[in-house]
């Protein structure tokens, strides 16, 4: 089942994104629960049953109410200055202070009332340009007019949500890189994909997303599990997770040598990486109880109510519910529960590694805090020949090295080394330009096509791929200049 | 194969692309019987083609040696025929993703003109979603119905000869996104507010001058669309190349046999990342940007319609 639609309805229990402008921040919609965003503290619970997109104001009580849509009335002509030459900026101009606003507020007056208050109380607004009246009533209706928009979490919003919060949870992954390894990877409903990332998840819900549920996704993870924590906020159906797998990356030489076994497995961390598997969107119980324990975050710069950020973190706050649970219940029951998970554990993992044997998998996504060379030659492995591969870095140079490195394997085609360079404008009559700050970078990404590799004869194929790829004007000799 | 499923080998009949190196491929159409020249010597589809593994190396009667692909909308925008400007990939992207589109939304789409876009529209909201697009060139029209035919995609859009701004996309409140790449957006606003969804969804436009991009902007807003947001995207290449540079002679300090404090002549030189193959050179890998690069395709407008 898929959701092609925007037809959703706010429920409780969601992963809903909260928007002021251009601020985001994800919550879980829960009924009772203080939400403090912007500056403002409210509940969610008058928002449940509404459309997604919706605008709300916050009412005094601290509940939510739709916004009415409201006859703009500033359409008569306004006096207006020419220049700014006679204007003094010495913060005297607006006659209402800090105590006098605070007043309107405490009263309840509406924000655009309050806006009207200091337009009024301004000495030098009817001197300023009708560009600077509107810059200075756009300002002040940000600052007092609060309204807040429910939106449902996409690739979209998510990926904009991180890299303006949280960038270094996804490597500086940025929005737009983002939508190029989707599209160059050709990801799309049906494909095999291998998905190794370390950009808490993000990556793989966008793949996911992408997927709609149809096809399988076999996800390659360091340490004791993979993180999870963005893709629990896509909120996709049950049946998206039927066709994840899992993979650790510790076990990846001994598939590819053909010694792989699950004999040697540690019980402990993947006990753990279970419990925080099922906490990620499989077993809605135990992520509501996981949140329940962990408080609401006190500044607006955490992320998102779901804990599990950080492996670390996950673990602990698994571990202390487990424990507070079996607590004095060391029964054969309790016993016998972990045997079955474990054993359920090593199943999942044999069909995981069943799945990469097979080495027809229809992409490689890489994205990750890691030097992309060793993931990419060992991963590459499981990959059918035909097939796009991309992998993303924060920076460049181990990128070069990657490429190099691809070329002495062989096996690829049509390498390609970018960045995408984004640019937002302002557009308004007369005063369309580019917006002021900018992105410096979103990082780098490698792609190509695999093709069947000619293991017998390397060298010859070497130089072969070498005169295949690069122009002849560019095997030049050392003597020569830089070429 | 298809442009929306994988298949593991050629089939008479389907859309493969030759690749024959750097930046030089082209698309075929194989059939039994048939014969295709390249530089490297003639293809003989029957033999070489039909029954093999798409990413084989195939060697062609001169000896020279190509790999066969298969298709996907990115390498057929990089290989269709043009019929008119089209879309490429970096563009595409960033559209996709900002509309939304996943497996089962509806689109809606003008013009068609040479489908590169239109072929990445199918791929993405296959195989349960639907490409509605509109093309007022009667001629281009019929050429991409048949081109969707022949990549076996026509069961997920529809077709139509008709003129947006006038009539619409031929659907109403249907669709998850519009997209508009005509010469007057402006005057299409109205149509695709109401080709969209009555809940919402999402629209872009994409016009070459800023001036379209005004007019659009305004018209959007005055049909109540929310989050306009207007940007523009571009790829940097980069080509991997090792380089050498030499190292200048600045002589000796007097009565001092010794050379100066970058001695390349030293492998065991402190602080030197690349091996000097020759002395008085430093070698380095670089990621050297393009002389020419694309500067401007075109701007990219979103909103939400709530």
Known sequence: ?483 | MSFVEYGDTIKDGDTAIVFLGHESMFPVKVQHGTVTQTKYGVIRHSTDLIGKKYGSKVTCSKGGWVFILHPTPELWTMNLPHRTQILYSTDISIITMMLELKPGSIVCESGTGSGSLSHALIRTVAPTGHLYTVEFHQQRAEKAREEFREHGVEHLVTVTNQDVCKNGFGVSNIADAVFLDIPSPWEAIGHAKSALKAEGGRICSFSPCIEQVQRTCLAMEEYGFTEINTLEILLRLYNVRTISLQIPDLGKAAEDNSSTGFDSSNPSHQGSPCANLQQGTVQFKSGVPLREVVGHTGYLTFATKS
């Open chain 1, 1 to 483: 089942a898929m959701e092609g639609g925007r037809s959703a309805r706010i429920r409780e229990g969601d992963c809903a994104v909260l928007k002021r402008d251009e601020v985001f921040k994800a919550v879980s919609v829960l009924r009772r629960r203080k939400i403090i965003f912007e500056k403002q503290w409210f509940y969610l619970d008058n928002a449940i049953g509404h459309i997604y997109g919706t605008t709300f104001e916050v009412t005094s009580g601290g509940n939510l109410q739709p916004k009415q849509e409201v006859e703009e009335t500033t359409t008569e002509t306004k006096e207006a200055g020419t220049d700014n030459r006679n204007i003094v900026d010495d913060g005297k101009s607006q006659k209402l202070t800090h105590d006098d606003i605070k007043a309107l507020k405490d009263k309840g007056i509406k924000g655009q009332e309050i806006v009207q208050q200091l337009i009024e109380n301004s000495t030098t607004f009817r001197d300023k340009t009708e560009f600077a009246q509107d810059k200075y009533i756009k300002k002040k209706k940000k600052k007092y007019e609060a309204v807040i928009t429910i939106v449902k979490p996409s690739t979209r919003i998510l990926s904009t949500m991180y890299y303006a919060r949280e960038p270094g949870k996804i490597n500086h992954l940025r929005y737009d890189t983002l939508a190029q390894m989707l599209t160059l990877g050709n990801i799309h409903a049906g494909n095999k994909m291998i998905v190794m990332e370390t950009c808490a998840g993000l990556v793989l819900g966008a793949v996911m997303e992408r997927m709609g549920g149809y096809g399988s996704i076999i996800q390659m993870y360091p340490g004791g599990g993979p993180v999870r924590a963005a893709t629990s906020c896509f909120g996709f159906p049950k049946p998206f997770f039927d066709n994840l797998h899992e993979f650790p990356l510790s076990k990846v030489q001994s598939l590819l040598s053909g010694t792989f076994t699950t004999e040697t497995l540690p019980a402990d961390p993947e006990e753990n990486a279970l419990v925080e598997e099922e906490s990620n969107g499989l077993t809605e119980e135990k992520q509501t109880s996981l949140l329940e324990t962990e408080e609401e975050p006190t500044t607006e710069a955490a992320m998102e109510i779901n804990p599990a950020e950080e492996q670390d973190t996950m673990d602990i706050n698994a571990e202390d519910v487990e424990f507070k649970e079996n607590k004095g219940k060391e029964s054969k029951e309790n016993v016998r529960e972990k045997q079955i998970k474990q054993w359920e554990r090593r199943k999942k993992l044999l069909e995981a590694a069943a799945l990469l044997r097979e080495k027809n998998a229809d992409g490689l996504i890489v994205a990750s805090k890691f030097h992309p060379t060793p993931l990419l030659l060992s991963l590459l492995e499981f990959v059918a020949p035909s097939r796009p591969f991309v992998v993303y870095c924060q920076y460049k140079e181990p990128l070069l090295e990657c490429y190099t490195k691809l070329r002495e394997r062989g096996g690829v085609i049509n390498l390609k080394l970018s960045e995408s360079w984004l640019r937002n404008y302002q557009v308004l009559p007369d005063r369309s330009h580019p917006k002021l700050t900018m992105s410096g970078g979103g990082g780098y990404l490698l792609s190509g096509i695999t093709v069947v590799l000619d293991k017998g004869k390397s060298d010859s194929s070497n130089s072969e791929a070498l005169k295949m790829e690069e122009p002849s004007s560019k095997r030049c000799r050392l003597q020569d200049l830089p070429c």
